[in-house]
């Protein structure tokens, strides 16, 4: 039985794509509540499970001990939505992304043990606070404030820090304000992948965080935790290589996708996890998100990340509009950019799968430099093994210091570059003759395009592996290429088969 219980989603990639992909967070928070002396148990794939499976199981997870059952809503449930009539029907599918009906089944049964609480945590809360059900909203990364809340509900102490009431259809509920607690200290960030209740699936891919935060402040990007000092917010390099080995020695994992904001904003760093990659028992591989800028000042990172075991990357590039990219921080010229993909294409020779996206939609946007973009997109030696497309998004936001805490600055000042409109994301950016619409429209239209001879690149790499994927077939072979070898929806099952008979279903 559990103290502790998360319920965690699982994905909605498609049948002819790997599902078997965990997210870090829930592991995070019930590794802490471990190290402190709690039980815990992370339900995960829940949407793999239909609504008798899941109580089935939570019915061997809850008893006397069990304080709270959470929902993590970042990746919860992504089914069609066919809820009947409700209370708010469309916000309650959106806020569990999938019909009411079934979750309101899910949560009356854990209701029948009184003294068990509800949360719901992860990145959707602040955008969601509307289901009388929950008990208690946590915003935030909550691997500290889920200690506060766990011994308040234990009985530990009088109260919890950082908590308000608020009021849903008249009733008084709690949330939470992770933002208000200290930073976890990052030498003691561990995530404990060989608890036997995480259930890991033997030499499954895992996240793996090293770092929080990103040292840069880009226009458009609404993540916490940016522009932060370098060398700040760095996990201890002894107890990443314990973590790697003891993941390795549990579950046979070789291979990862960091979680890092940016893995190489910081030379030391990268520097330092070199010296702990190239020393472990094993060969280790792993995608990550990596800033083509420091690739251009520190171009010995290139062979520095190949022999630490690089397998896919993503570039957030965005732009190859030279005035575009000045505007939202990136103003490396384009040309400089396209020379460093090249240029990593011949170093990498071909043992790195390098994806990148781009927004469509910036201030100096026009439609010549998309005609542009897609054209050297197309070429025959283009360097980027996948390449991706997105209308810029402009979110409305107001009073809600929840809610603007993750406001990109483009959000927050739009008609500063040009934008007119700030509801629903749908914009216009007249001086260009460019709105939401069109570049949604053209951005789709690019995907398409581009399918025929994208390749699995980056972190979705990771969950090809897990579904048994060789990494040798991915480094050579387009999407289409590999769905034709592959009976894709049969190893997805055979995987999730797996998982639910360690958790005996």
């Known amino acids: 039985m559990s103290n502790c219980i998360i319920i965690n989603g699982g994905t909605d990639n498609p049948e002819d794509y790997g599902k078997i992909n965990r997210t870090l967070g829930a592991y995070r928070i019930a590794s802490a509540l471990n190290d402190v002396g709690y039980s815990t148990f992370v339900f995960d794939f829940i949407n793999e499970f ?4 899941i109580i089935k199981i939570l019915d061997k997870h809850i008893d006397n001990e069990t304080l709270w059952v959470g929902f993590s809503s970042s990746f919860f449930w992504p089914k069609k939505k066919n809820s009947h009539v409700h209370l708010n029907p469309r916000e309650l599918d959106e806020m569990y992304w999938t019909g009411y009906d079934e979750i309101e089944k899910i949560i009356k049964h854990i209701k029948q043990n009184e003294h068990v609480k509800l949360i719901y945590g992860g990145a959707k809360t602040p955008y969601l606070l509307i289901d009388t059900n929950i008990d208690y909203y ?34 008084i509920r709690y949330k939470i304000d992770s933002f208000k607690y200290p930073e976890p200290k990052m030498d003691n960030l561990s995530t404990h992948w060989w608890d036997k209740k995480f259930n890991i699936l033997p030499n499954e891919s895992l996240p793996m965080e090293l770092a929080r935060g990103c040292i840069f402040k880009c226009k458009f990007c609404n993540y916490p935790l940016l522009g932060k000092k370098k060398g700040t917010y760095l996990r201890s390099t002894d107890e990443v290589r314990d973590e790697l080995v003891r993941m390795y020695e549990s579950h046979g994992t070789t291979t990862y996708y960091l979680t890092d904001d940016t893995f190489n904003d910081d030379n030391d760093k990268i520097e330092a996890l070199h010296n702990v990659f190239t020393s472990l028992p094993f060969k280790p591989k792993f995608s990550a998100y990596l800033r083509i800028e420091l690739l251009h000042k520190y171009p010995h990172q290139a062979q520095l990340l190949a022999e630490m075991g690089l397998m896919g990357t993503f570039f957030g590039i965005e732009t190859l509009q030279h005035q575009s990219g000045k505007a939202i921080g990136k103003g490396m010229h384009p040309n ?14 071909n043992k790195v799968n390098m994806s990148a996206g781009f927004i ?7 439609y010549k430099y998309f005609y542009d973009l897609m054209t050297w997109s197309l070429d025959s030696d283009n360097p980027l093994q996948e390449v991706l497309f997105y209308p810029l998004m402009i979110f409305p936001h107001g009073k809600n210091n929840d809610l603007d805490r993750y406001i990109s600055e483009f959000s927050l000042n739009p008609e500063v570059y040009g934008y007119v409109g700030k509801n629903n994301e749908i914009w216009s950016l007249p001086s260009q003759g460019l709105d939401f619409n069109i570049c949604k429209s053209i951005a789709n239209d690019y995907n398409i395009m581009r399918r025929d001879r994208d390749k699995f690149s980056a972190f979705s790499m990771n969950n090809m592996l897990n579904i048994g994927i060789s990494l040798e077939h991915l480094l050579k ?4 290429e590999i769905r034709q070898m592959y009976n894709i929806k049969e190893m997805n099952d055979i995987q999730i088969n797996e998982y639910k008979k360690m958790l005996m279903i």
């Open 50 to 53: 239909n609504t008798d499976e």
């Open 138 to 171: 946590v915003l935030g990364n909550s691997d500290v404030s889920i200690l506060d809340i766990t011994d308040y509900l234990a009985k530990k102490k009088l109260s919890i820090e950082h908590c308000e009431s608020i009021t849903i259809n008249e009733k």
């Open 336 to 349: 400089k950019v396209k020379d460093r993909l090249y240029w990593l294409k011949e170093q990498w020779k």
């Open 360 to 366: 469509l939609g910036l201030p100096y946007d026009t």
């Open 477 to 480: 072979h387009t999407q289409v």
